[in-house]
C-alpha cells in the first residue's frame, strides 16, 4: 500500500511540475502546438497514471464503465478541442482530490493501530503455577493471566481473585475508575491502578473489546452518502450527454445537407466542447469547499474536506457522546454531606489530607476541591494504608480515619451511619459518584462528585434542534441513574447508557439504516468507531488523539457552539454550491447556442469560459459567513 502511494505521489507532482512548466513556456515563448501538445500531453500521462492503472484493473474484472473511464474521454474530449491546459487541469484536480484522501487514511489507521493495540504488551499466563509471559494473541479461553498495577489488561476476562480499581476510558469513555471485585469483567485495554488480579480469560485477542474497536474503525463501510459524490456523478453524466452532443453536431448536419463541410462542423464541436468543458463545474466546487474550509478554520473549527461541511446541511441525526462532550469531563466535588459534628471545610482537609497522595481523579477532585477553598491541610496523620481497590486508611489525632468505596466502608470496615441519620442518608444525589469518609467506625461524611455540564449544552442542543436536525441523541458508557439526569438537563430527545464501543456504532448503522444521515461528536477512543460509521465524525480537540485522527472535523475550541457556527456555515456553503451550478449552467448553455449558431469563433468560447471559470472560483473563495447574501 504504502509503495503504491508513494509511486502515485511521485508520478502526481512530475505530472503538475511538466503541467505548469508547460503553461509558462507557452505564454511566453508561443509554442509550436505540436510540442505544447506533446508536453501537455506528456504532463496528462503522468498526472493520470493511477486513473490509468484503476482503469486497467476494471477492465480485469470486467467493468468496462465507470467514473474514471468517463473522466478520460471528457479529457480527451478536451484535447481533441485544443484544450490542453483544461484536460491536465481536470484530470491534475481529480488526482490530487483522491491522493489526499488516500493518504490521510492510511496515516490514520497507521496512528490508530499505535494508539489502541494492546497487541505490543505482554500478558502473564499462569503455567503449572507459573507466571509466563506471552503475546495477547497466544491467550486461549480460560487460561488464566495476572495483571498487576499499572499493566494493561490485554483480553476480556472475568475476575477470580483480587479487587482493584480500573481505568477504562479507553473502553467506555468514563473518567471516574470503575471498582471490580471478584466476578466482575474487565476489557482488553483498559488500566488496572491498583489491586493485583488472577483473570479467566473469555475471549481471545481478535474478539475483544480493544481489537473489536480497531476492527470497527479499520473496516468500517465507505460513508455511502449521496453527496460525496455527488460532483463526479453530475459531471458523468454531463460528460456522457455532451459526448453524445458532439457526435450529434457532426452526424447529423450530413444527412440532411450534402454539400455540408466536416471542417465547419468541427469548428462548432470545438467551440461546444470550449463552452462544455466540466472542468468549471470541478473547479467552483472545489473552490467553494476550500472557502468553507477557510471560513471554518477563521472560527476555530478544523476541517478534513469540504465535503463534509456539505453533508453537514443534510443530517437529521445527531449523536453526543456525554463524558468530555457534554459534560467537561473534570470530576468535581459538587457538595459535602456531613454526618457529625465537624464543618464541611474540616471534613474536606481530612479528605484531602488522605487522597492527596493517591494519583486517582476522584482523589484529586477532593485535593482540587480544598485548594479552590484555599485550605491548607497540614501533614498529620500517620503512615497511609491503601486498601487495594477500595481506599485508603490512616490515623489523625489517635482516631482511625478512612475515605473510599461504599464496600470498603460499610462492608469491609462495618461503619456505621450515625443514629438519626438514616434519612439524610437515603436522600443522597442519585447523580453523583460518592465517597465515603468516617472516624473511628462512624460515618463523619459523603463527598458527592459529579462531571459537570457544560454551560451552554442546554442551548446548544436547542440551537442545533432550530437548524433542522430532527433527532438529537446521548450515548454513554455511565450509569443509566447519571445518564438519565444529563440527558434531562441537556434536553436531548433519547439517551443511552453503559454501551460499548461498538454500540454506539452499531446505533449508527440502524440510523443509516432507516433512512437518516448521522452526525457523531466525541472526545475519547470509545467514540472512534461511530466517529468513523457516522456520514461526518466530530471532534473536540482536547480529546483522544485517535479520536481526532479518525474525526472529520475537530473543533479547537473548547466550546460547543462552535457545532452551532458549523451548522450555518454548511447551510451557507449548499447554497453557494447551488448557485455555483445554476450560474455556470446558465452562461455555458449561452455559448453553446453561440457557437453553433456561428456566432461565437472558438477563441472568444475558450477566452469567456476561462473567465467565467476564474470568476466564480474566485467568488467562492470569499468567507460565507461574512455574506449577508448567503446567511
Given at each position: 500500500?504504502?509503495?503504491r502511494?508513494?509511486?502515485n505521489?511521485?508520478?502526481?507532482?512530475?505530472?503538475?511540475?511538466?503541467?505548469?512548466?508547460?503553461?509558462?513556456?507557452?505564454?511566453s515563448?508561443h509554442?509550436?502546438?505540436?510540442?505544447?501538445?506533446?508536453?501537455?500531453?506528456?504532463?496528462?500521462?503522468?498526472?493520470?497514471?493511477s486513473?490509468?492503472?484503476?482503469?486497467?484493473?476494471?477492465?480485469?474484472?470486467k467493468?468496462?464503465?465507470d467514473?474514471?473511464?468517463?473522466l478520460?474521454?471528457?479529457?480527451?474530449?478536451?484535447?481533441?478541442?485544443?484544450?490542453?491546459?483544461e484536460?491536465?487541469a481536470v484530470?491534475l484536480?481529480f488526482?490530487?482530490?483522491?491522493?489526499?484522501?488516500?493518504i490521510?487514511a492510511?496515516?490514520?489507521?497507521?496512528r490508530?493501530?499505535?494508539?489502541?493495540d494492546?497487541?505490543?504488551?505482554?500478558?502473564?499466563?499462569?503455567?503449572?503455577?507459573?507466571?509466563?509471559?506471552?503475546?495477547?494473541?497466544?491467550?486461549?479461553?480460560?487460561?488464566?493471566?495476572?495483571?498487576?498495577?499499572?499493566e494493561?489488561v490485554?483480553?476480556?476476562?472475568?475476575?477470580?481473585?483480587?479487587?482493584?480499581?480500573?481505568?477504562?476510558?479507553?473502553?467506555?469513555g468514563?473518567?471516574?475508575?470503575?471498582?471490580?471485585?471478584?466476578?466482575?469483567?474487565?476489557?482488553?485495554?483498559?488500566?488496572?491502578l491498583?489491586?493485583v488480579?488472577k483473570?479467566?480469560?473469555?475471549?481471545?485477542y481478535?474478539?475483544?473489546?480493544?481489537?473489536?474497536i480497531?476492527d470497527?474503525?479499520?473496516?468500517?463501510?465507505e460513508k455511502?452518502?449521496?453527496?460525496?459524490?455527488?460532483?463526479q456523478?453530475?459531471?458523468?453524466?454531463?460528460?456522457?450527454?455532451i459526448?453524445?452532443?458532439?457526435?450529434m453536431?457532426?452526424?447529423l448536419?450530413?444527412?440532411f445537407?450534402?454539400?455540408?463541410?466536416?471542417?465547419?462542423?468541427m469548428?462548432?464541436?470545438?467551440?461546444f466542447?470550449?463552452?462544455?468543458?466540466p472542468?468549471?463545474?470541478?473547479?467552483?466546487v472545489?473552490?467553494?469547499?476550500?472557502?468553507g474550509?477557510?471560513?471554518a478554520?477563521?472560527?476555530?473549527v478544523i476541517?478534513k474536506g469540504?465535503?463534509?461541511l456539505?453533508?453537514?446541511?443534510?443530517?437529521n441525526?445527531?449523536?453526543f457522546?456525554?463524558?468530555?462532550?457534554?459534560t467537561k469531563?473534570?470530576?468535581t466535588?459538587?457538595?459535602?454531606?456531613?454526618f457529625?459534628?465537624?464543618?464541611?471545610?474540616?471534613?474536606?482537609?481530612?479528605a484531602?489530607c488522605?487522597?492527596?497522595?493517591?494519583?486517582?481523579?476522584?482523589?484529586?477532585?477532593?485535593?482540587?476541591?480544598?485548594m479552590?477553598k484555599?485550605?491548607?491541610h497540614?501533614?498529620?496523620?500517620?503512615k497511609?494504608?491503601?486498601?487495594?481497590a477500595?481506599?485508603?486508611?490512616?490515623?489523625?489525632?489517635?482516631?482511625?480515619?478512612?475515605i473510599?468505596?461504599y464496600?470498603?466502608?460499610?462492608?469491609?470496615?462495618?461503619?456505621?451511619?450515625?443514629?438519626g441519620k438514616e434519612?439524610?442518608?437515603?436522600?443522597l444525589?442519585?447523580?453523583?459518584s460518592?465517597?465515603?469518609?468516617?472516624?473511628?467506625?462512624?460515618?463523619?461524611?459523603?463527598?458527592?462528585?459529579t462531571?459537570?455540564?457544560?454551560e451552554?449544552?442546554?442551548?446548544v442542543v436547542?440551537m442545533?434542534?432550530?437548524?433542522g436536525?430532527?433527532?438529537?441523541?446521548?450515548?454513554?458508557?455511565?450509569?443509566?441513574?447519571?445518564?438519565?439526569?444529563?440527558?434531562?438537563?441537556?434536553?436531548?430527545?433519547?439517551y443511552?447508557?453503559e454501551?460499548?464501543p461498538?454500540?454506539?456504532?452499531?446505533?449508527?448503522?440502524k440510523?443509516?439504516?432507516?433512512?437518516?444521515?448521522?452526525?457523531?461528536?466525541?472526545d475519547?477512543?470509545?467514540?472512534?468507531p461511530?466517529?468513523?460509521?457516522?456520514?461526518?465524525?466530530?471532534a473536540i480537540?482536547?480529546?483522544?488523539e485517535?479520536?481526532?485522527?479518525?474525526?472529520?472535523?475537530?473543533i479547537a475550541?473548547?466550546?460547543?457552539?462552535?457545532?452551532?457556527?458549523?451548522?450555518?456555515?454548511?447551510n451557507a456553503?449548499?447554497?453557494?454550491?447551488?448557485?455555483?451550478?445554476?450560474?455556470?449552467?446558465?452562461?455555458?448553455?449561452?455559448?453553446?447556442?453561440?457557437?453553433?449558431?456561428g456566432?461565437m469563433?472558438p477563441?472568444?468560447?475558450?477566452?469567456?469560459?476561462?473567465?467565467?471559470?476564474?470568476?466564480?472560483?474566485?467568488?467562492?473563495m470569499k468567507?460565507?459567513?461574512?455574506?449577508?447574501?448567503e446567511k
Amino acid at each position: 500500500m504504502k509503495e503504491r502511494i508513494r509511486n502515485n505521489v511521485y508520478m502526481t507532482v512530475s505530472g503538475l511540475l511538466l503541467y505548469l512548466g508547460s503553461v509558462w513556456l507557452s505564454k511566453s515563448y508561443h509554442l509550436p502546438s505540436d510540442i505544447a501538445f506533446g508536453c501537455f500531453f506528456a504532463a496528462y500521462l503522468l498526472a493520470g497514471y493511477s486513473v490509468f492503472q484503476k482503469i486497467a484493473e476494471h477492465f480485469l474484472e470486467k467493468i468496462f464503465l465507470d467514473g474514471n473511464v468517463l473522466l478520460v474521454l471528457t479529457t480527451i474530449g478536451a484535447f481533441g478541442g485544443g484544450y490542453y491546459v483544461e484536460a491536465v487541469a481536470v484530470i491534475l484536480i481529480f488526482q490530487i482530490g483522491n491522493l489526499i484522501e488516500i493518504i490521510t487514511a492510511d496515516r490514520s489507521k497507521r496512528r490508530i493501530r499505535e494508539l489502541i493495540d494492546v497487541h505490543a504488551i505482554l500478558a502473564n499466563k499462569l503455567v503449572d503455577g507459573e507466571e509466563v509471559q506471552v503475546e495477547p494473541s497466544e491467550l486461549e479461553k480460560d487460561d488464566i493471566i495476572v495483571i498487576r498495577p499499572g499493566e494493561r489488561v490485554p483480553v476480556d476476562g472475568l475476575i477470580i481473585s483480587g479487587t482493584t480499581s480500573l481505568d477504562t476510558q479507553m473502553i467506555t469513555g468514563e473518567t471516574i475508575p470503575r471498582e471490580e471485585e471478584p466476578g466482575g469483567v474487565v476489557y482488553g485495554g483498559s488500566l488496572n491502578l491498583t489491586g493485583v488480579l488472577k483473570v479467566r480469560v473469555l475471549y481471545t485477542y481478535s474478539h475483544s473489546i480493544a481489537s473489536r474497536i480497531l476492527d470497527i474503525v479499520e473496516h468500517v463501510d465507505e460513508k455511502k452518502a449521496e453527496s460525496e459524490h455527488k460532483v463526479q456523478k453530475y459531471i458523468q453524466i454531463y460528460v456522457c450527454l455532451i459526448l453524445v452532443a458532439a457526435a450529434m453536431l457532426v452526424v447529423l448536419p450530413s444527412l440532411f445537407d450534402k454539400t455540408y463541410e466536416y471542417v465547419t462542423g468541427m469548428k462548432s464541436v470545438v467551440v461546444f466542447l470550449a463552452a462544455a468543458c466540466p472542468c468549471a463545474i470541478g473547479m467552483s466546487v472545489s473552490t467553494a469547499f476550500l472557502g468553507g474550509i477557510l471560513s471554518a478554520a477563521k472560527k476555530g473549527v478544523i476541517v478534513k474536506g469540504g465535503v463534509y461541511l456539505e453533508l453537514l446541511a443534510k443530517v437529521n441525526t445527531f449523536l453526543f457522546d456525554k463524558t468530555g462532550t457534554l459534560t467537561k469531563a473534570t470530576p468535581t466535588v459538587k457538595e459535602i454531606v456531613a454526618f457529625s459534628e465537624y464543618s464541611e471545610n474540616d471534613l474536606l482537609c481530612i479528605a484531602a489530607c488522605l487522597e492527596e497522595h493517591f494519583p486517582h481523579s476522584m482523589a484529586k477532585a477532593v485535593v482540587r476541591a480544598a485548594m479552590d477553598k484555599g485550605l491548607v491541610h497540614e501533614e498529620n496523620h500517620s503512615k497511609v494504608e491503601y486498601i487495594v481497590a477500595h481506599g485508603i486508611s490512616s490515623r489523625i489525632q489517635d482516631k482511625k480515619v478512612i475515605i473510599g468505596s461504599y464496600h470498603f466502608v460499610f462492608e469491609d470496615e462495618q461503619c456505621v451511619i450515625p443514629q438519626g441519620k438514616e434519612e439524610l442518608f437515603e436522600s443522597l444525589s442519585g447523580e453523583c459518584s460518592h465517597l465515603y469518609l468516617a472516624i473511628d467506625g462512624v460515618l463523619a461524611a459523603v463527598i458527592a462528585i459529579t462531571d459537570p455540564i457544560r454551560e451552554e449544552a442546554p442551548q446548544v442542543v436547542s440551537m442545533l434542534r432550530k437548524c433542522g436536525l430532527s433527532k438529537i441523541v446521548m450515548m454513554t458508557g455511565d450509569s443509566e441513574r447519571t445518564a438519565k439526569v444529563v440527558a434531562a438537563k441537556v434536553g436531548v430527545d433519547e439517551y443511552y447508557s453503559e454501551v460499548l464501543p461498538e454500540d454506539k456504532a452499531s446505533y449508527v448503522e440502524k440510523e443509516h439504516q432507516a433512512g437518516c444521515k448521522v452526525i457523531m461528536i466525541g472526545d475519547g477512543v470509545n467514540d472512534s468507531p461511530a466517529l468513523s460509521a457516522a456520514d461526518v465524525g466530530i471532534a473536540i480537540c482536547d480529546g483522544a488523539e485517535m479520536a481526532r485522527e479518525i474525526a472529520d472535523i475537530t473543533i479547537a475550541g473548547d466550546n460547543l457552539e462552535e457545532l452551532v457556527t458549523l451548522k450555518r456555515l454548511s447551510n451557507a456553503l449548499v447554497k453557494r454550491i447551488h448557485g455555483n451550478y445554476r450560474q455556470i449552467v446558465g452562461f455555458n448553455t449561452g455559448l453553446i447556442l453561440c457557437g453553433i449558431g456561428g456566432v461565437m469563433q472558438p477563441a472568444t468560447s475558450a477566452l469567456l469560459h476561462n473567465t467565467s471559470t476564474l470568476a466564480i472560483s474566485v467568488k467562492s473563495m470569499k468567507d460565507l459567513l461574512n455574506e449577508k447574501d448567503e446567511k
